[in-house]
């Protein structure tokens, strides 16, 4: 259930326009979490790309739990991919700065992530949803 309650904040994080129209008084609160935005990004990235070597070495679990299985994946690419994009600055600062093809890489990568990030967050807030609900209720198992 942590899991689905960090996707959400990292949902709410990565499209703080969708939050600021619902509620105003919540720039406050955003103002202090923004200079700390690269390292969450940095962390919630390495968590995704994680997520989603255990749920590919998990493999066998898609032919029994495949709702479950596809919401772990889901979960993993999206931390991934938010992550990214919030800790671009910090990961181009510090570890592509002495690497020139990496950094045009990575910037390559930015730029078809970047039109995407609103969706992403979304997407991030709703499979967050749907991760809170598959722990309460926990995984059907396909008979």
Do not use: H
Request: positive net charge; charged residues 15%.
């Amino acid at each position: 259930m942590l899991n689905g309650i960090l996707l959400i904040c990292l949902g709410i994080l990565a499209v703080p326009s969708l939050l600021l129209s619902r509620k105003p008084e919540a720039k406050e609160l955003l103002d202090k979490i923004t200079p700390y935005q690269g390292w969450i990004g940095i962390m919630f990235c390495i968590i995704g790309i994680i997520r989603v070597i255990r749920c590919i070495l998990s493999l066998d679990l898609l032919g029994f739990f495949p709702v479950y299985w596809c919401l772990w994946l889901a979960t993993g690419l999206v931390a991934a991919a938010l992550g990214f994009l919030l800790g671009y600055g910090f990961i181009q600062q510090y570890v592509l700065s002495e690497n020139k093809k990496a950094a045009e890489k990575g910037a390559q990568l930015l730029d078809r992530l970047r039109p995407r990030q609103g969706r992403l967050g979304i997407a991030a807030i709703i499979i967050g949803v749907l991760y809170i609900i598959s722990a309460i209720t926990g995984p059907v198992p396909v008979l």
